[in-house]
C-alpha cells in the first residue's frame, strides 16, 4: 500500500495504519530495500505543501519538514545559516540534494548525518506532529543514538525552528575518504559572534565521533574573548566526544583530525568577520 497524502491532517491519519513507513525524499530508504519490494505500507510525504519551505517567523525561522538540501541552498537566509548551507552541498550528490529532506536526514539519526552539527549550533527545535497534537524538542534531546530517536509511533515531523541570532557567523568542515558521495569520518560546524575582534558567543559541534553529533561546551566557553584560536583547541575540549573505530577510521585518528577540522572552521569564521 503506497499512500500520498495532500494535507497534514490526512498525512496524521495515514500514519497510523499498521506498520506504515513514513519518508519524504527515500534516498536513504529505497537504496537499503536492495531488490526486494516492500511488503509494508509506506506513507509518502512528498505532496504537502504546508511542511515544505522556508519562512520568517516572529521569533526567527521555519524550515518545513520536506524542505530539500536544495531548496534550502537557494533560500535567503541570514550568515547564520552559512555552515548549514555548507553542509547541504555536502549531501550526496546534487540529484541526491534535489530530492532528500531535511526531516529524512534527522529522523534517520547516522551519526554522521551532515546537517545535524549545523543544525545544533543553531540551536534547532524540532516539531513533531501526531493524533494527540503537537510537541517540540529541542534538536539534541531528540536524537538518542544511532538510528534512534524520540519520534514516537505515528508521528510525524513536520518543521524545524531556528531562534534568530543576529550578527552570527557559521562554518561547516568535514573530512572524508574522498570529495563526493562520502560518509564523513569527521565534520565540525561552529557558529560565532564577533565584537571588535573578539568572540562574544561561540558554538561548536561536531559529528561522527560519537553516537550523536554533540556540542563542545567547555571550548565554546573558552572561546569567549578569544582573538586568536591557532593551537587554542586541547584535549579536555573534546571529553564529551565518543569515537569508534570503523572503515573510515580508527577512534584516535578520528580524535586526532577533529582538532584541525575545528580550528579551520573557527579561522576562517573569524578571518570572515
Known amino acids: 500500500m503506497y499512500l500520498q497524502p495532500s494535507t497534514l491532517e490526512q498525512a496524521v491519519c495515514d500514519a497510523q495504519v499498521d506498520g506504515v513507513r513514513i519518508l519524504?525524499?527515500?534516498?536513504?530508504?529505497?537504496?537499503?530495500?536492495?531488490?526486494?519490494?516492500?511488503?509494508?505500507?509506506?506513507?509518502?510525504?512528498?505532496?504537502?505543501?504546508?511542511?515544505?519551505?522556508v519562512s520568517r517567523t516572529e521569533k526567527g525561522w521555519r524550515i518545513g519538514a520536506t524542505t530539500t538540501w536544495t531548496d534550502l541552498v537557494s533560500a535567503p537566509l541570514p550568515r547564520a545559516f552559512d555552515g548549514l548551507k555548507a553542509a547541504a552541498r555536502e549531501v550526496g550528490s546534487i540529484q541526491i540534494q534535489n530530492v532528500a529532506t531535511l526531516a529524512g536526514?534527522?529522523?534517520?539519526?547516522?551519526?554522521?548525518?551532515?546537517?545535524?552539527?549545523?543544525?545544533?549550533?543553531?540551536?534547532?527545535?524540532?516539531?513533531?506532529?501526531?493524533?494527540?497534537?503537537?510537541?517540540?524538542?529541542?534538536?539534541?534531546?531528540?536524537?538518542?543514538?544511532?538510528?534512534?530517536?524520540?519520534?514516537?509511533?505515528?508521528?510525524?515531523?513536520?518543521?524545524?525552528?531556528?531562534?534568530?541570532?543576529?550578527?552570527?557567523?557559521?562554518?561547516?568542515?568535514?573530512?572524508?575518504?574522498?570529495?563526493?558521495?562520502?560518509?564523513?569520518?569527521?565534520?565540525?560546524a561552529v557558529l560565532l559572534c564577533i565584537e571588535n575582534d573578539a568572540i562574544t558567543e561561540a558554538r561548536v559541534a561536531v559529528g561522527a565521533c560519537s553516537p550523536v553529533a554533540v556540542r563542545l561546551p567547555t571550548l565554546e566557553a573558552d572561546l569567549i574573548g578569544q582573538r586568536d584560536v591557532h593551537g587554542f583547541v586541547k584535549?579536555?575540549?573534546?571529553?564529551?566526544?565518543?569515537?569508534?573505530?570503523?572503515?573510515?577510521?580508527?577512534?584516535?585518528?578520528?580524535?586526532?583530525?577533529?582538532?584541525?577540522?575545528i580550528e579551520r572552521a573557527l579561522i576562517a569564521a573569524l578571518e570572515s568577520a
Open 235 to 261: 584535549p579536555l575540549h573534546l571529553n564529551p566526544l565518543q569515537p569508534i573505530d570503523d572503515l573510515r577510521g580508527s577512534a584516535a585518528y578520528r580524535l586526532d583530525v577533529v582538532v584541525p577540522l
Open 24 to 53: 519524504a525524499g527515500g534516498t536513504d530508504f529505497y537504496p537499503t530495500q536492495g531488490d526486494v519490494l516492500p511488503d509494508f505500507p509506506i506513507l509518502d510525504l512528498s505532496r504537502i505543501a504546508e511542511i515544505s519551505g
Open 105 to 188: 536526514n534527522l529522523c534517520n539519526a547516522s551519526p554522521a548525518a551532515d546537517g545535524v552539527p549545523p543544525l545544533l549550533t543553531l540551536n534547532t527545535e524540532v516539531e513533531l506532529t501526531g493524533p494527540n497534537g503537537q510537541r517540540h524538542l529541542l534538536l539534541e534531546h531528540f536524537l538518542k543514538g544511532p538510528r534512534q530517536t524520540e519520534l514516537a509511533v505515528g508521528e510525524i515531523m513536520t518543521a524545524l525552528y531556528v531562534p534568530d541570532i543576529k550578527g552570527a557567523i557559521s562554518r561547516f568542515s568535514k573530512l572524508g575518504s574522498r570529495k563526493y558521495l562520502v560518509i564523513s569520518i569527521a565534520m565540525v
